[in-house]
């Protein structure tokens, strides 16, 4: 691939599959010539014939689906079929620019494809069973919203295709053939649902609402058909009719948030037609529909629902209107599915564009919006608070607390004022009397005050709007958990709001005098003076920006992949409003520059950075594509672009919103803006995996010592099935009388490389979930024989097992019967080590498996397919009744619902092991010869008293090891150098223990004695004339072959006449001078050192006159 280019060849990985997600060149096939559209799409079907494999599809899997001409040159679109049914998701996308260079290849493809394509599941029961899901309970929806949220909700597509489990979500996955059912209402609801078309159970779902002109404004209203009480007969009304329609007068009757959606749908439109072209969100300029207040939208919101965009009063500014509308020319040009990260540039694009034309107009810019400076939040960013609670003295105190989104900003003097609770009936719209949900019955006490509610049960614009109607300055709402999340209440009022935590409302409800309170801004950090880069920030029923595209961490939102704000959970599919932040983030620093995260980053301006994202959005993107594949498009899309004439990004302006104009050029984009568009990708770490994310095994590697090192074991049952399952017995539960189960075998061929033969329970793939004949809703058990517990300090039950089911349906525990009792689930508390980490489905979430709602192992390891090999360790001390004595069976229990699945639960090793307390190994040392001397070895006779103690010790002084020796029959004999200096020594003696004794440690002092020395002198001449010199000559010898060193001194009648020092062989030569006349004795004595003694001798000499 990289030998066939022209120029540098860049590859990059697709992280889903392992195969190459993106190849870019100056030419990838420079043996092909092209120059029009016939022969751009014949060369990237060249290219593909030889390469498709590297992108995951073999040769002929990959189809055609059409060819664009842009001003920069041909797009050729694939898409994936195997045995004739499309791969959902799948798209590789071809640029051949005008010189007929191929550019760059990417996309997505599913590899290794090899499955039946004949649904078991019919359209019609797959389209009746997803309406059922969305109706039981839509996604992303408050589950406190009415059932009528759902009504008129059915099948709008239903479509035959091979899904790849964990596609959307760039993780590696199964392959299964899929009904892909869109479940919409036109109105609150749109759904995309996947349902395996062997089994009917849902593999993924997730909301497709995305929270020349031709525009149509309708206002919505809730008909109630004259009967208030009864919902049933309730109909939305205001359809039938536009309160506007393109070419009517403005703005005649409209009231301002109709005004705003009609303004700010021209000024979405004529960006994208007068900059790039577009002629409307699907490019064939259809018309361009708002619903304002429909009566079905949890307000204060909008959202665009696949056919128009909708909203609520207050949430109409400029970006937020671009914003809906954004999202629908993503669905009709990356197609980026609403989930994790392909979900989060879907969300980022809506703020991207909705943004652009909140700079570029003159709408809703009261601020300052010039560029924003590096870490400070916005002004107009809510800032934390600080409740307390003043009176009485009782309850006094502060809150755990978070504004509302709507309503006042607190101010840092804050509001002090008195709440009231507020009452209202016990009824069907709210169940308690403090829940807010119905009219405040106190209404009279709570005008001129806060009120304080309940949070639950109905939404919270109505306990706001009830308050609004009782004449209540502010609403305080208490958490409905003692330990859920506070969040920023949704709502559309003029009034303050806070959520405060569910213990402050108990006080609160709990008090008898009057409740006082202060709420103030407590944020002590500096504030930006400028808007810019805010979403939302003029809507207020929003109270304020619902996002800050330059610094997201203000919100909560992560600014960089590895931050940690990245949201790494299954909820908000997958984090699209906060992993947003990372994109939007790339996009602002583009525009205006700046350093961050160490990368300094060269500001582009918006009309560079607006072409290459559009560009990257409809060249390079598909509906799976990530954060990765985003900064491979924008670097293409770079060099794509690079002296390539572009336009500003260009409005118009006209009373209702943008207008037909002329754009001027926009600078080209240079090689210099492709090094920043570099820079901004290394800067917010698109191309970093968010490693905070990473799933594990689900079975720890580290297995620890079962008893620990203070314990000996002794194995009092083991099993390792290399006779089968001899010994062994079955039974089996049915959860439906036609149906079966699927008994334990041996089998020699355990995955994960594991030798021998082990017992699986099997999970497979397999049955029909039709509670009939073939449906294997089924507990299989494997009963051991009964085992003793011994005595001793504690036993342990360890087992090796491998699992990989389908998560959460199927799955597998332990259970244990005690003196022939009933089989129990082995707790999770008496699991060591590897318990069980998530609990199956329940029945009511129909769940056939008769373990449903039990701690089971079930699934596989994180981000792979299957499952890997581990141990875990029950302390049988925690299953009641099982003391020394006591007669134990365990049951390993692999249970299945209906139909589907994966592999099973794979067990060996069965171990039961009895842990004994090791007596402590006592030492005692004799120090031989006591005391030593220098330069002699001497030995230290150890004796360890224990239980046949074996092992080694250690000998040290302080820190420094001195010897080491082995045990023999309980003793050792530790040889001790000989160059133990002179003195007392205390050393440590060290028992390493064993098996049956505990390590253990003593002291004891030795003491080493000086090395004796022998001094002998001689003196020549003996006679000497006076003035003549001697010499002494003397030679030390020391005991134990040590060589002295130091000094001989010579002194006569105590007085020092001469000294020197030895050398090597302890010898010296001293010279006498200036004897007297008479008999001289000598005295010749050598000093030691501080591991030798001194000794001395004594020589004469005669000294006679002249």
């Known amino acids: ?159 035959l295709m091979i899904y790849r489990l964990g596609s959307t979500r760039g993780v590696n996955g199964k392959a299964v053939l899929a009904w892909v059912v869109e479940v919409s209402n036109a109105k609150t609801v749109r759904e995309t649902v996947i349902l395996d078309a062997a089994t009917g159970k849902p593999v993924n779902r997730w909301s497709m609402i995305a929270h020349a002109l031709d525009r149509e404004l309708y206002e919505a209203f809730l008909d109630d058909n004259g009967t208030p009480d009864d919902e049933s007969d309730d109909t939305v009304g205001g359809l039938d009719e536009p309160v506007w329609t393109e070419g009517d007068a403005f703005p005649g009757t409209l009231d301002q948030d109709q005004q705003n959606e009609v303004q700010g749908t021209g000024e979405a439109y004529w960006m994208f037609r007068n900059t790039f072209g577009r002629d409307s969100y699907d490019g064939l300029g259809s018309k361009m529909i708002t619903v304002n207040n429909d009566p079905t939208i949890a307000c204060p919101n909008a959202n665009w629902n696949g ?436 008994d334990w075998t041996a089998d020699d061929s355990a995955p994960g490389d594991h030798a021998g033969s082990v017992a699986y329970g099997p999970a497979p793939s397999a049955g029909k979930c039709t509670g009939a004949a073939g449906d294997i809703s089924s507990r299989n058990g494997l009963i051991s024989p009964a085992i003793t517990i011994a005595e001793g300090s504690k036993s342990m039950l360890s087992f090796d097992h491998y699992v990989a089911t389908e998560i959460d349906f199927d799955g597998a525990n332990v259970k ?20 069980p980490g998530r609990t199956l489905e329940t029945a009511a979430g129909d769940n056939t498996n008769p373990m449903a709602g039990q701690a089971a192992f079930t699934g596989t390891d994180g981000n792979e397919p299957g499952g890997s090999w581990g141990t875990s360790i029950i302390d049988l001390t925690k299953i009641p009744g099982a003391v020394p004595g006591a007669s134990v069976k365990f049951r390993f229990d692999i249970g299945r619902d209906g139909c589907g699945g994966l592999d099973g639960w794979y067990v060996d090793n069965v171990t039961v092991t009895n842990c004994i307390a090791k007596p402590a190994g006592t030492i005692t040392a004799t120090h031989v010869p006591e005391p030593s001397a220098y330069g002699k070895a001497s030995k230290l006779s150890v004796s360890v008293a224990g239980e046949a103690p074996t092992g080694t010790v250690t000998v040290a002084e302080g820190s420094k090891q001195i010897a080491n020796a082995t045990l023999a029959a309980g003793k050792a004999t530790v040889n001790l150098p000989k160059t133990l200096s002179a003195g007392t020594h205390r050393l440590t003696i060290s028992y390493s223990g064993d098996d049956n004794n505990v390590a253990s440690t003593t002291t004891k002092a030795i003491k080493v004695a000086k090395a004796t020395s022998k001094t002998r002198a001689s003196v020549t001449p003996k006679r000497v004339r006076a003035g003549k010199a001697v010499r002494v000559k003397a030679l030390v010898n020391v005991a134990n072959s040590v060589k002295p060193t130091g000094k001989v001194v010579v002194t006569l009648k105590g007085k020092r006449v001469g000294s020197a020092t030895v050398n090597s062989k302890g010898r010296v030569t001293i010279t006498v001078k200036r004897l007297k006349a008479g008999r001289h004795t000598l005295v010749v004595t050598y000093g030691g050192n501080g591991n030798i003694s001194a000794s001395k001798d004594r020589v004469t000499v005669r000294v006679v006159r002249r």
């Open 1 to 159: 691939m990289k030998d066939d280019a022209r120029g540098t060849a860049r590859v990059t990985t697709e992280r889903a599959t392992g195969r190459v997600g993106f190849a870019r060149a100056t030419d990838l096939l420079p043996s092909f010539e092209a120059g029009s559209k016939s022969t751009a799409a014949a060369k990237a079907g060249a290219y593909l014939d030889q390469y498709a494999a590297a992108f995951g599809a073999r040769r002929g899997e990959l189809k055609q689906t059409g060819v664009t001409a842009d001003a920069y040159g041909w797009t050729v679109d694939y898409a994936q079929s195997y045995r004739g049914v499309e791969v959902f998701g799948s798209q590789i996308r071809a640029q051949v620019d005008k010189q007929g260079d191929l550019t760059a290849v990417s996309g997505y493809a599913a590899p290794s494809l090899d499955l039946a394509v004949t649904p078991a599941l019919d359209e019609a029961t797959a389209k009746a069973k997803a309406v059922k899901l969305v109706k039981a309970g839509p996604t992303g929806v408050d589950p406190d919203m009415p059932a009528s949220f759902t009504d008129g909700a059915e099948a709008a597509s239903a479509k």
């Open 307 to 742: 056919a128009t965009t909708n909203y609520c009063s207050g949430v109409t500014s400029d970006d937020t209107v671009a914003h809906e509308w954004a999202h629908a020319y993503t669905e009709y040009t990356s197609g980026l599915v609403y989930q994790w990260q392909s979900g989060a540039m879907n969300e980022a694009y809506s703020d991207i564009w909705g943004e652009t034309v909140d700079i570029l107009n003159d709408r809703f810019n009261e601020g300052d919006d010039g560029t924003r400076t590096a870490g400070l939040c916005s002004q107009y960013t809510r800032g934390a608070v600080g409740v307390r609670i003043n009176a009485p003295a009782g309850i006094a105190g502060d809150c755990d607390s978070v504004p509302a989104s709507f309503g006042p900003v607190f101010t840092k003097a804050g509001v002090t004022t008195d709440l009231i609770v507020g009452t209202d009936p016990a009824d069907p719209d709210g169940p308690t009397p403090t829940d807010g949900c119905s009219p405040f019955t106190n209404a009279a006490q709570i005008a001129g005050k806060f009120v304080y509610v309940d949070r639950g049960t109905c939404p919270f614009s109505t306990k706001t709007q009830h308050a609004v109607d009782a004449g209540a300055t502010g609403i305080v709402v208490g958490n409905n958990s003692p330990t859920g999340a506070l969040v920023s209440m949704s709502g559309d009022a003029d009034i303050y709001g806070v959520m405060v935590d569910q213990a402050s409302g108990t006080k609160i409800k709990s008090a008898t005098s009057t409740v006082n309170i202060t709420v103030k801004d407590i944020d002590e950090a500096d504030k930006d003076t400028s808007g810019r880069w805010l979403s939302g920030e003029d809507d207020p029923a929003f109270g304020g920006a619902i996002r800050d595209m330059w610094s997201p961490t203000c919100y909560g939102d992560p600014g960089k992949v590895s931050d940690a704000e990245y949201y790494c959970e299954f909820s908000d599919s997958g984090g699209v409003h906060s992993n947003s932040g990372v994109v939007n983030h790339a996009y602002a620093l583009l525009v205006d520059g700046g350093t961050y995260n160490g990368v300094t980053v060269p500001a582009i301006g918006l009309d560079k950075a607006a072409n290459l994202f559009w560009r990257t959005q409809t060249a390079y993107l598909g509906q799976t594509s990530d954060f990765a594949d985003l900064a491979d498009g924008l670097a293409a899309s770079c060099v794509d672009l690079t002296g390539q004439p572009i336009n500003k990004v260009t409005l118009g302006q006209s009373a209702t919103g943008g207008s037909a104009a002329t754009p001027e050029a926009a600078d080209p984009i240079t090689t210099d803006d492709c090094a920043a568009v570099t820079a901004v990708a290394q800067a917010t770490e698109l191309r970093v995996e968010p490693v905070q994310c990473n799933f594990q095994p689900m079975l720890d590697k580290a297995t620890p010592s079962l008893c620990g090192a203070d314990f000996k074991t002794e194995v009092t049952y083991a099993e390792d099935f290399e006779d089968g399952l001899a010994g062994w017995t079955q039974d089996e539960e049915l959860a439906f009388p036609e149906g079966s189960g699927l």
């Open 816 to 835: 244990v019967s005690v003196g022939g009792g009933e089989f129990s689930i082995v707790p999770t508390a008496a699991y060591v080590f590897n318990a």
